[in-house]
């Protein structure tokens, strides 16, 4: 079985999921352009497969009407991107900067890129979609 550990910058909040990831994108949205500091790299699995440690250091905010994000209270790191329709979704979004150990995700797409700051471009050559 695949495992994955990870955990945020000052370690009060460590994940390990059991089970495979998927491949990554990068959202270029305005929300995640706030939240990161720049744009989000993310992965995403299912919940059930994700085990947290220091969970009573995960702060939530409802960013729309649709998701949640998830932060360390302590050092702010970005950590989850979490539909708030469980009954939909089944998957949570992890932020790809949490994982300490290799693994094989690579970045396959570019979201929001309509969005994106002007201060960069987008060369790599990867599909990019508007929303």
């Not at 744009?39 to 949640?68: D, Q, Y």
Request: hydrophobic share 30%.
């Amino acid at each position: 079985m695949e495992q994955h550990k990870g955990s945020c910058l000052c370690g009060k909040v460590s994940i390990i999921v059991n089970g495979a990831l998927s491949d990554a994108d990068a959202c270029h949205c305005y929300q995640c352009r706030k939240w990161s500091g720049h744009f989000l790299v993310s992965t995403e699995t299912e919940r059930n497969e994700v085990v947290i440690e220091g969970e009573e250091h995960v702060k939530w905010f409802e960013s729309s009407e649709r998701a949640r994000r998830g932060f360390c209270e302590n050092c702010g790191s970005a950590l989850f991107f979490d539909p708030l329709d469980k009954n939909k979704h089944s998957w949570t979004g992890i932020c790809m900067g949490l994982f300490d150990t290799q693994n094989e995700v690579k970045l396959s797409h570019h979201i929001f890129v309509s969005e994106k700051g002007e201060y960069y471009n987008i060369t790599d050559g990867l599909p990019q979609n508007q929303t």
